[in-house]
């Protein structure tokens, strides 16, 4: 299982820095980009009259011209910027209303406005960025550690983690009234 891991988390790290696979579920963004996961919070009710994007998209790493640094680019024309060269430009520009603005050995955090990103969530973003090989050794870990105590779950258990995962599936649906 953990050489299984291991071959896992390294293709993911050398697929990317070529492709930066991003899901959305209900505005939460999942994203890898050069060794780095990322996840984009929005801590703000969904908006009256919006619904929640939900969607896969596959970036590939491209120059735009010979003036500009290699960004994310999606078939459709899409661009983003990549994380640590996001992160590198708020730490440059003195941004005040940011907490942590620098990648340290792979791990940061920044509140960002999220109005530059979606309509549908006015407030700001947590934007939380981890090593792959991190998020690789926890997820090892804890199913290590479940199947080495090779738990019973009783019918208590199983409400519980439904009920868990039913409120970590709703929270980001919440809308605000009218």
């Given at each position: 299982?953990?050489?299984?891991?291991?071959?896992?988390?390294?293709?993911?790290?050398?697929?990317?820095?070529?492709?930066?696979?991003?899901?959305?579920?209900?505005?939460?963004?999942?994203?890898?980009?050069?060794?780095?996961?990322?996840?984009?919070?929005?801590?703000?009710?969904?908006?009256?009259?919006?619904?929640?994007?939900?969607?896969?998209?596959?970036?590939?790493?491209?120059?735009?011209?010979?003036w500009t640094s290699?960004?994310?680019?999606?078939?459709?024309?899409?661009?983003?910027?990549?994380?640590?060269?996001?992160?590198?430009?708020?730490?440059?520009?003195?941004?005040?209303?940011?907490?942590?603005?620098?990648?340290?050995?792979?791990?940061?955090?920044?509140?960002?406005?999220?109005?530059?990103?979606?309509?549908?969530?006015?407030?700001?973003?947590?934007?939380?960025?981890?090593?792959?090989?991190?998020?690789?050794?926890?997820?090892?870990?804890?199913?290590?550690?479940?199947?080495?105590?090779?738990?019973?779950?009783?019918?208590?258990s199983l409400l519980?983690?439904?009920?868990?995962?039913?409120?970590?599936?709703?929270?980001?649906?919440?809308?605000?009234?009218?």
């Amino acid at each position: 299982m953990i050489l299984a891991s291991v071959a896992t988390s390294a293709l993911l790290i050398v697929r990317s820095y070529n492709y930066s696979d991003h899901l959305t579920y209900s505005d939460v963004e999942l994203s890898t980009d050069e060794g780095l996961f990322s996840i984009m919070i929005p801590l703000a009710r969904l908006a009256p009259g919006h619904k929640a994007s939900n969607n896969w998209q596959t970036y590939t790493r491209h120059r735009i011209n010979e003036w500009t640094s290699d960004r994310w680019v999606t078939a459709g024309g899409g661009t983003k910027f990549r994380a640590r060269e996001y992160f590198a430009m708020l730490g440059d520009s003195g941004n005040d209303d940011t907490i942590s603005t620098r990648i340290f050995m792979g791990f940061g955090y920044v509140f960002v406005d999220s109005s530059w990103t979606s309509a549908s969530r006015p407030g700001p973003l947590l934007w939380i960025v981890v090593p792959i090989w991190a998020v690789a050794a926890i997820s090892t870990a804890a199913i290590g550690t479940s199947l080495c105590m090779r738990a019973r779950f009783g019918i208590r258990s199983l409400l519980l983690f439904t009920a868990i995962a039913a409120v970590m599936l709703l929270l980001p649906t919440l809308q605000t009234s009218k």
